[in-house]
């Protein structure tokens, strides 16, 4: 029968984690991931859940065991949080390049020296360039339903990608919402167990796929399957849907926009205010909608040109820096790279919110709607980003 | 094809090891991996690296898989725990390091798989210094050594990592060498029959490091085990036996066969006879004895 429980973020990724049969856990502890690990922990001790857990000393090891066990045939589960994430960067390069289907939860935190230990999504952007795919959740359901879906995608023989489920900590990883737990025949007739067809260590059978033709062969290999990506994340979202009901429009959501002049795009727990802003907006007569960004590796390039035409301005909410960039944060910049080429393209506004895990308010919210509207009626961005939580807003409602 | 060819490949065609290879000539890299192999029965993998990254790895005719040289003793524990999970309980999993992967930059990961007593045979191959990036210092150079870091020599004596790994309580820790193939084989044998975190340490012969004439490899690493720089002995359930209780050479016969030494001052060398001395009274004190619980 399906469960339903208040949950909160990190109890529903270890309940993702136990649903998909995950086989091997190497992990660290870091707040705010450490509950996770802890509830896997547990199910692990109480026999609900048959894993191999390895206690490591770090996160470096945490993923080096992780790429062993995922090329010796078990699927496998990790996490880790922003110091942890950089102090694993070294091994966060291999799974990409080595073709290997693990699913980690970033769960996102500020980066030392000023950030707290509250969320911004620098942590995981950092890791662009690596291959990873990455999937960003709204709340506890989200987070649950993408670490299922995470290894259907990545276990597809045409991806072989690993894949980083993301998600806020705190307003996602410690706040409790509504969670549907599905069944486990359900999840196991989604997702079959898992086998890499590349790979064997086994004596006798061993094979280990050849490294063909260097650098550039293997990084162009890994683009193409973050390519190929792009459909599956689709299909498998409609997939999703098909069997437990639930979908979340692959890998961007579209949130009230019909008739919107302007839209402001989020990631991750703040896209729940954005929605709450965004409809008390369009009663007033506002034109904004609302773009949530689901998957931002692989970038969906296409799927902005596409409706790129429809806005005249894309306000992107960045809950990173990129300090000394081009202009604005990492989502802005990729944004802007994606629409470049076409004629009639939207303005793009950039704001800095929510940085070090400062809470995104409504008011900050309505504050940046406003600011693409009048964007739009100059018809030009005057600075390339919008420091918003510098400015004195007055009341935080 | 000559005899000679002939021989050759008749030779390797019967181990387990290919003939041929990248590293240098007179290098103990493939000696100790093609002595190690001996022991092995077909049931065995390798993860890792050693010596001079993959030089001799992949001469080696089982399944090997490694990722990187700062990977120590990890990915071999992630390898491990997916047997267990999928029922494969009878493949023998080695697991191998420089010097550099396992006395510094793996220390941690080797420690903690120590501690967490996961059933592989980790092999620390000790050539005693970061022989692949071009002879720099690591922490098991010996004292008064050059390295292109160390160009007057090596300030630090070089770390006790077997018995910083016996105190671990692991269940077995043997020091080899590739001039005593009979003792490097037969602890080979003992530690395969050994469950959990089993350590086998190789100092191997390095004449592009070392500064010596590739042809006197053997004879040259005999002399540190002859000298007592590099004693020979087994720690079972945290035991120590010893396994060479000859005489101890002169430390001098052993620094004068390599270049590496060349900077050392007789005052330094005055030190380190007294301080081998020291160690072998020590060692032969505690032969037999428990030396941690
Ligand atoms: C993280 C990282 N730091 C530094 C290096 C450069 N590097 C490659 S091999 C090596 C030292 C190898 O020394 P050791 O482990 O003793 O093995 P050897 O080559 O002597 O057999 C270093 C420092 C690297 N590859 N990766
Ligand atoms: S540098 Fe030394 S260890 Fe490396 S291959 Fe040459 S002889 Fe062997």
């Known amino acids: ?397 | 094809m000559s005899e000679l060819d002939r021989r050759f490949d008749d030779y390797y065609a019967k181990r387990k090891f290919y003939g041929g290879n990248s590293c240098c000539p007179g290098c103990g890299g493939p000696l100790f991996w093609r002595m190690a192999m001996e022991a092995f029965g077909p049931r065995t993998i390798v993860y890792g690296i050693g010596p001079c990254a993959g030089c001799t790895m992949r001469s080696i005719k089982l399944p090997s898989f490694n990722i990187h040289f700062s990977f120590v003793a990890d990915g071999a524990s992630g390898i491990l725990a997916a047997f267990r999970a999928q029922g494969i309980n009878d493949i023998t999993v080695i697991s191998s390091a420089g010097d550099g992967g396992t006395a510094d930059i793996g220390l941690g990961k080797i420690s903690a798989a120590a501690e967490r007593n996961e059933n592989m045979i980790q092999v620390c191959i000790d050539n005693e210094a970061y022989m692949n990036t071009g002879i720099q210092k690591s922490g098991l150079t010996p004292y008064g050594s050059w390295t292109t870091t160390t160009p007057l020599g090596k300030e630090a004596p070089k770390k006790d990592i077997p018995l910083i790994l016996a105190a671990h309580h692991i269940p077995y820790v043997a020091t080899v060498s590739v001039a005593y193939p009979q003792d490097l084989k037969k602890k080979f044998e003992v530690a395969k029959e050994i469950k959990g975190f089993r350590y086998i340490h190789v100092v191997i012969p390095c004449p592009t490091g070392w500064r010596f004439d590739p042809a006197k490899s053997i004879e040259v690493t005999k002399l540190g085990v002859d000298t007592w720089l590099w004693p020979l002995y087994e720690i079972k359930d945290s035991v120590l036996h010893l396994n060479m209780k000859k005489e101890a050479k002169p430390v001098k016969e052993y620094l004068e066969t390599q270049q590496r030494f060349r900077v050392m001052k007789p005052d330094q060398i005055e030190w380190l006879q007294k301080e081998t001395d020291r160690r072998r009274e020590e060692l032969l004190t505690l032969d037999g004895k428990k030396l941690f619980y």
Not at chain 1, 214 to 224: D, F, I, K
Not at chain 1, 231 to 255: L, W
Not at chain 1, 279 to 304: I, Q
């Open chain 1, 1 to 397: 029968m399906v469960q339903v429980r208040m949950m909160e973020g990190n109890e529903a990724a270890a309940y993702g984690a136990m649903l998909s049969r995950a086989q091997v856990v190497p992990a660290y502890p870091i707040t705010p991931q450490t509950e996770l690990i802890s509830f896997i922990a547990q199910f692990i001790a109480e026999g609900r859940m048959k894993a191999e857990y390895i206690k490591v000393e770090g996160e470096h090891t945490a993923m080096a065991a992780a790429i062993g066990a995922s090329a010796a045939g078990a699927r496998v589960f990790t996490a880790s949080s922003s110091q942890g994430i950089v102090f694993m960067e070294e091994p966060l390069w291999m799974p990409p390049g080595m073709r290997l289907p693990i699913n980690m939860c970033i769960v996102n935190r500020s980066i030392a020296p000023t950030g707290g230990l509250r969320p911004d999504h620098n942590d995981s952007l950092l890791q662009r360039d690596t291959g990873w795919i990455q999937l960003y959740c709204e709340n506890s359901q989200e987070v649950m339903d993408t670490i299922i879906m995470g290894y259907k995608i990545a276990e597809n023989k045409n991806i072989y990608l690993p894949v980083a489920t993301c998600y806020d900590g705190y307003f996602v990883s410690a706040t409790a919402s509504k969670v549907e737990v599905p069944e486990q025949k359900d999840v196991d007739a989604f997702l079959p167990p898992y086998k890499h067809d590349w790979y064997s260590l086994i004596p006798g059978e061993s094979k280990e796929r050849p490294s063909r033709g260097g650098s550039a062969r293997n990084r162009y290999e890994v683009q193409q399957a973050n390519e190929r990506a792009k459909k599956i994340i689709e299909e498998v979202d409609k997939e999703y849907a098909k069997t437990f009901g639930r979908t979340y429009d692959g890998m961007i959501e579209e949130y009230n926009c019909d008739s919107s002049d302007v839209v402001l795009m989020t990631m991750g727990s703040m896209t729940g205010t954005a929605r709450d802003v965004v409809d008390d907006l369009k009663k007033n007569g506002k034109s904004v909608g609302l773009l949530k960004l689901r998957c931002f590796r692989p970038f969906p390039t296409e799927e902005f040109q596409q409706l790129a035409h429809k806005y005249h301005v894309i306000g992107v909410v960045d809950r990173n820096t990129s300090t000394g960039s081009a202009g604005g944060g990492i989502v802005s910049m990729e944004l802007a790279r994606a629409l470049y080429h076409l004629d009639d393209k939207p303005l793009i506004a950039n704001f800095h919110v929510g940085l070090g895990g400062t809470d995104v308010t409504p008011r900050q919210i309505e504050y940046m709607a406003d600011k693409t509207l009048e964007i739009m009626k100059l018809g030009r961005v005057s600075e390339p980003v919008d420091w918003v939580e510098l400015k004195d807003l007055g009341p935080v409602m």
